[in-house]
C-alpha cells in the first residue's frame, strides 16, 4: 500500500486511456493511490496542472514518484515491470503468448483511433470542414477494424483472453470494447467481442475501476449501432 502513497493521476472518466492505467493499477494491487477526477467538458485537461506533467494537455497524467508517464500503454508496462512480483503477471514469460500479447496490445492503438475517428467526428471537426465521404470513411475503417478484432477472438478459445491468460493485451484493448457496446454496437453482430466483453466487465480490477458516469447513467449513445 505504502508504493501507492508515492502514485497520483489525474484521470478523465469514460476515457479509455485513463481506464487502462487504472485497471493495471488495480491488478498489481497499487489501490489507494491519489487520483483527482478532471473534466474533459470544463476543459480541465488543458488546466497548468495538467500541462506541468503532461505538455500535450492530455489525459492521463501519471506520476511514480518523480517518474512520469502520460502515455497508457508506457504507464502499463512501466507498472507490470516495476511491480513484477506484486498482484497478478500481466506479460507471459511464454514466447507465443508474449509475442501475441505485445501484438494485441498495439493494435489497440489502432482499434483506439478507429473508434476516435467515429466517435468524435462531430466534437472534434468544426462544422464547416465536415464531409460525408469522411464520415463514410471512417465508418468503414471502424467496420473492417471491428471485424478484424471479432476475427481474433474467433480464434482464442471460447471464454479466453485475448492472449492466453489475462494480460495487458486486456489490459489496453477491454476499455474500447466497452466503449464501442457503450455507443450502441451491435451484440448479434459482434457476437464474440460480446462475449468477451461480458466475460470481462465483472472481473474484481475492471469493476473497481468503471467509469463512474457510466454507472450513474448505464444507457449509452446510438451512434455505433448501424455498424
Known amino acids: 500500500m505504502s ?50 506533467i503532461n505538455p500535450r494537455g492530455q489525459l492521463p497524467a501519471f506520476k511514480h514518484g518523480n517518474n ?25 514469460d511464454n514466447p507465443a503468448e ?9 493494435e489497440g492503438l489502432a482499434f483506439t483511433d478507429k473508434l476516435n475517428s467515429v466517435i468524435y467526428y462531430e466534437w472534434v471537426v468544426p462544422e464547416e470542414e465536415r464531409h460525408d465521404s469522411a464520415v463514410k470513411r471512417n465508418r468503414t475503417d471502424l467496420t473492417t477494424e471491428l471485424k478484424l478484432w471479432e476475427d481474433y477472438l474467433q480464434k482464442v478459445a471460447a471464454g479466453s483472453y485475448l492472449a492466453g491468460a489475462f494480460s495487458l493485451a486486456d489490459v489496453i484493448v477491454f476499455p474500447n470494447i466497452a466503449y464501442a457496446f457503450r455507443f450502441g454496437l451491435s451484440v448479434g453482430r ?22 463512474p458516469h457510466w454507472l450513474a447513467s448505464p444507457q449509452g449513445f446510438d451512434i455505433l449501432k448501424d455498424l
Not at 497508457?72 to 503477471?89: D, I, R
Not at 468477451?196 to 480490477?205: G, I, N, W
Request: with cysteine; aromatic share 10%; glycine share 4%.
Open 190 to 211: 459482434y457476437p464474440k467481442l460480446a462475449k468477451y466483453y461480458s466475460l470481462l466487465k465483472d472481473r474484481p480490477s475492471i469493476k473497481a475501476s468503471w467509469p
Open 68 to 92: 512520469i508517464l502520460n502515455e497508457s500503454c508506457a504507464a502499463c508496462l512501466y507498472l507490470e515491470n516495476q511491480f513484477k512480483c506484486q498482484g497478478n503477471k500481466l506479460i507471459p
Open 98 to 106: 508474449q509475442a501475441l500479447m505485445y501484438q494485441r496490445m498495439m
Open 3 to 52: 508504493m501507492a502513497k508515492s502514485m497520483s493521476l489525474l484521470w478523465g472518466t469514460g476515457s479509455p486511456p485513463c481506464w487502462r492505467v487504472m485497471i493495471a493499477l488495480e491488478e498489481k494491487k497499487l489501490q489507494g493511490y491519489k487520483r483527482k477526477p478532471l473534466s474533459f467538458e470544463k476543459g480541465e485537461h488543458k488546466s497548468q496542472e495538467v500541462l506541468e
